[in-house]
């Protein structure tokens, strides 16, 4: 065994995605049926925020409580790591006195160089280039609500950004075909998407938002405006004006298609209020399976990593 991290999909196989997503689904039935699982019992999670963040934060503190460990919230703005001290220290001293890390941060790189000096799991909870944790979450609530996504079609529209990027890599480890749809100039970085491809992603480049969700099983989209992106607002509102999923759009996918947004979302921008308020809509079961998925995903760090 040797230190295992999760800083994107493509560092767990086909495999022990699958085995991720089942324990994720049995110990969302431990939880709803009572059945205490302190599995990492004595254990602590660090947290380390650079950004906003609802679902992220509840998740990973409130898994780790459920699991009998401890997590620690470090806003970046009270550590000295936000005063400047170098992130390979904070690394090796984080690192010596908990058992694991999870961090949210602007620059990808920044959680990798954390992942180089430090002696435990690091887990990418986003950085501007991806958001792993929550394709996992996302494919959990496709395959309770519809079995395997081995094979099925998931249509992407909007921007191609960090949740673009991993639904890239998720076609690897999950063996969906993932449409995308993004205006001129928005498309998912170049390099990611060769790479994706190399790997064995099946991705197709679409023109249009209707050619992306033809015989799609799953629609999904993001914020027009990802966080520190806030100022750009305005003329990424004329960018994608086209680019909206609603009910219209929908009707152009597969009839059981579903819809995910990982949340927050912009009603009346890049998604309408009747379909993630509809009955195609899955977002809520998307944002609670943060949670389960999760906790497997640590238990799994833990279990693999010496
Ligand atoms: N989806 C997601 O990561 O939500 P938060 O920004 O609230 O953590
Ligand atoms: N693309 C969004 C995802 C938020 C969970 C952002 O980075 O702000």
Not at 125 to 136: K, N, S
Not at 210 to 218: F, K, P, T
Not at 239 to 254: G, I, P, R
């Amino acid at each position: 065994m040797s230190l295992r991290h999760f800083l994107t999909l493509l560092d767990i196989s086909p495999e022990e995605g699958t085995s991720i997503l089942a324990r994720g689904i049995a110990l969302k039935a431990k939880q709803k049926n009572g059945e205490t699982h302190p599995t990492l019992a004595g254990k602590a999670l660090a947290m380390i925020f650079d950004k906003a963040s609802t679902r992220t934060r509840v998740s990973f503190e409130t898994g780790m409580f459920q699991l009998g460990g401890h997590a620690l919230f470090l806003h970046s703005g009270t550590t000295q790591l936000g005063r400047g001290e170098p992130v390979e220290d904070s690394a090796r001293v984080i690192s010596s006195m908990v058992d694991m890390v999870m961090i949210r941060t602007f620059d990808h790189a920044m959680v990798e160089k954390f992942a180089e000096y430090s002696s435990v799991p690091v887990i990418n909870a986003l950085t501007d280039l991806t958001h792993p944790c929550q394709i996992l979450a996302d494919v959990m609530t496709f395959v309770e609500h519809r079995g395997s996504i081995k094979s099925k079609t998931v249509a992407w529209i909007g921007d191609g950004n960090n949740m673009a990027h991993s639904w890239m890599n998720g076609s690897v480890t999950f063996g969906y075909t993932l449409n995308i749809a993004t205006p001129n100039g928005y498309a998912p970085d170049a390099m990611r998407l060769r790479h994706a491809i190399s790997k064995g992603a099946k991705i197709n480049l679409c023109n249009t938002p209707q050619e992306a969700v033809q015989g799609a099983d799953l629609v999904t989209t993001d914020v027009w405006a990802s966080m520190g992106q806030e100022e750009e607002q305005k003329i990424r509102e004329a960018a994608f004006k086209d680019y909206q999923v609603n009910s219209k759009l929908m009707t152009q996918a597969n009839s059981d298609a579903l819809f995910m947004h990982c949340l927050p979302a912009h009603r009346g921008e890049e998604v309408s209020a009747d379909v993630i308020d509809g009955n195609q809509s899955v977002v809520w079961d998307e944002a609670e399976n943060r949670l389960h998925v999760q906790k497997a995903l640590m238990e799994f760090l833990m279990d693999t990593s010496t």
